[in-house]
């Protein structure tokens, strides 16, 4: 009988430390992939003024935001990594730019052209 009981408390504690350790796990995971956020400033190259209500989108995303009345746009709760900034305006060049982002906070400042 005793036997039994040591075999259990045995085992229950084994399972105790094993589901700590995969906790722990989950938590160092989610604080590597901690999520960062790209900001931004839409001008217009030649004056510099901000441009209202440009398309900004991620390239390979479902992700799309519109600049506002200060021509800021943002996008949140983002992976670290690489990725394509489209931005589009009518009577603008569609502009690409490439981002790698890795600290919490990443500002862009894109400068658009005139369409001839």
């Known amino acids: 009988m005793k ?14 430390v094993q589901a700590k350790e995969k906790d722990s796990k989950t938590n160092n995971d989610a604080e590597n992939t901690a999520a960062v956020v790209i900001s931004g400033n839409v001008a217009d190259k030649k004056s510099g003024e901000a441009l209202v209500g440009v398309e900004v989108k991620i390239e390979g995303t479902d992700m799309k935001t519109y600049t506002d009345f200060d021509g800021n746009f943002s996008f949140n709760n983002l992976k670290p990594g690489e990725y394509k900034v489209v931005t589009s305006y009518i009577s603008y060049q569609k502009k690409t730019d490439v981002v790698n982002i890795s600290s919490k906070e990443n500002n862009l400042k894109v400068k658009l052209e005139a369409s001839n």
């Open 3 to 16: 036997r039994i009981i040591i075999a259990l408390v045995f085992t229950i504690s084994i399972f105790a």
